[in-house]
């Protein structure tokens, strides 16, 4: 009977980590007895040690840095050790077992399918079948995190679908020679705007919910063009979902936390630049390290890697026509305009920058209330050198750019939620492209 009983039960962790498609498998396998920490910084020394922490150790992980406060994940060999300089630092902290997190998080995502329940055959009208079951089953694929070929599969069947308003297309190849895919949308793919809005996300392979955010805008875009038409009105919408697919799927096989590509250099054990401290703009400044090993190393040069040189082409070539530059990162509820290498640094139409930052934000809080934090990301977090941000407004002149940072206390979005952050998101991400027709 004790056997029998051994052979069925299992711990509630592993069961729930087991689960079939919940991606939450083997990629967390070497992250037994890590534990989060959450940590109020009490003063500026408190602040500047954790900056310090986040340049310069690479064994700790830092998912979230303020200026208030900190959330990162350490390892039991660092555990003793962290503890006693935070106590020395007379700062509070919670502290809560990663896998314990990880496995809650997954107890919560189950997805509610009767919220995207259809009418039944009998109460149809049948000319409307196709159009009501092709949107709930492109609905459902907003109810959990897909694979890089899944992702690709979605993009190149809206484009097929919609030939006459959308066009799919490879900006390049990642480390891996992964495709870095992209869609434009717009009244006629035929036409050459005059004004684009570009738009990107998953430079960090772990910020899932980002990539969805941004397929979601271009379902629904194509989905409702005719009540998007004054948005779209001589307007290109721009869009690369997974700047990082390497990285991206790295963390559904290997590492659920790895932020970074997934460069290898040869005799080192370390490997991967972030992707978001590589652009050409006062590279390697501030917040940024060269310790290969480090979550924030920078590359060996400016623009280095393919990814971060696929954006760079890109928006190089469109300078003139580009108006709107959005990366999408998890997570923080922020929306950051340049500059964030330094922070006493303002850039001279900062007034703009931050009156169409706030009405995103007003449009995004409409949907269930969530509020976004808008500013520099040096003034509200660190300084930190080579965004995307900084180099398409300080380099190119791209007059609206932006780092926006999705709602969360963690980068796994339970399923239940991530259609919620989705049609949050989607109104804001609607008010950035109205500015575009102003340039």
């Known amino acids: 009977m004790l056997k029998m009983w051994q052979g069925i039960v299992c711990s509630l962790a592993l069961c729930l980590l087991g689960l079939a ?27 500047r040690y954790m900056v310090d922490l986040q ?140 004004r684009v809005a570009y738009i990107q996300a998953a430079a960090h392979g772990r910020e899932w919910i980002t990539t969805q955010t941004v397929l979601y805008l271009a379902y629904e875009l194509l989905s409702n063009l005719r009540a998007f038409q004054r948005v779209l009105q001589d307007v290109e919408v721009f869009l690369v979902p997974l700047v990082n697919p390497d990285g991206y799927e790295y963390t559904h096989t290997s590492d659920r936390f790895w932020r970074k590509n997934r460069h290898r250099y040869a005799g080192h054990a370390c490997s991967g630049v972030d992707i978001n401290r590589n652009f050409g703009n006062h590279w390697n400044y501030q917040g940024a390290s060269q310790n290969l090993c480090s979550e924030v190393y920078s590359g060996t040069a400016p623009n280095s890697e393919p990814e971060t040189s696929a954006v760079v082409r890109y928006l190089e070539f469109n300078r003139h026509r580009v108006k709107l530059s959005l990366d999408v990162h998890s997570f923080g509820k922020f929306i950051f305009y340049p500059y964030g290498y330094a922070k006493n640094t303002v850039p001279p139409t900062v007034g703009t920058l931050r009156s169409v930052a ?65 049609k949050e998101t989607f109104a804001g991400f609607i008010e950035f492209i109205r500015h575009v027709s102003l340039y």
């Open 21 to 47: 498609g919940s991606g939450l498998g083997n990629n967390l396998a070497g992250y037994e007895g890590y534990t989060k920490y959450t940590v109020q910084h009490g003063d500026e020394n408190a602040f």
């Open 55 to 194: 340049t310069n150790d690479a064994e700790l992980d830092f998912w979230l840095l303020t200026r208030n406060s900190s959330v990162l994940t350490v390892s039991p060999r660092r555990k003793a050790q962290f503890e006693t300089r935070l106590s020395n630092l007379g700062v509070s902290y919670q502290m809560q077992p990663l896998m314990e997190l990880m496995a809650a998080l997954q107890a919560n995502s189950s997805f509610a399918e009767e919220e995207y329940e259809e009418c039944q055959q009998e109460d149809c009208v049948e000319a409307e079948q196709p159009r009501r079951r092709s949107r709930r089953q492109a609905r459902g694929f907003f109810s959990h995190y897909p694979r890089y070929h899944e992702v690709l599969s979605f993009m190149s069947g809206l484009a097929a679908r919609y030939p006459q308003y959308c066009r799919y297309e490879s900006l390049g190849r990642s480390n891996e020679g992964r495709h870095i895919a992209a869609l434009s949308i717009s009244l006629n793919s035929r036409v050459r705007h005059r």
């Open 358 to 422: 706030l009405r995103a934000a007003n449009q995004i809080g409409k949907y269930r209330g969530t509020r976004y934090t808008t500013g520099t990301s040096a003034s509200i977090l660190y300084e930190a050198s080579g965004s995307l941000d900084d180099y398409a407004y300080g380099n190119l002149g791209i007059p609206l750019s932006y780092t926006l940072e999705l709602p969360g206390d963690e980068f796994h979005v339970p399923a239940h939620d991530i259609i919620h952050v989705c």
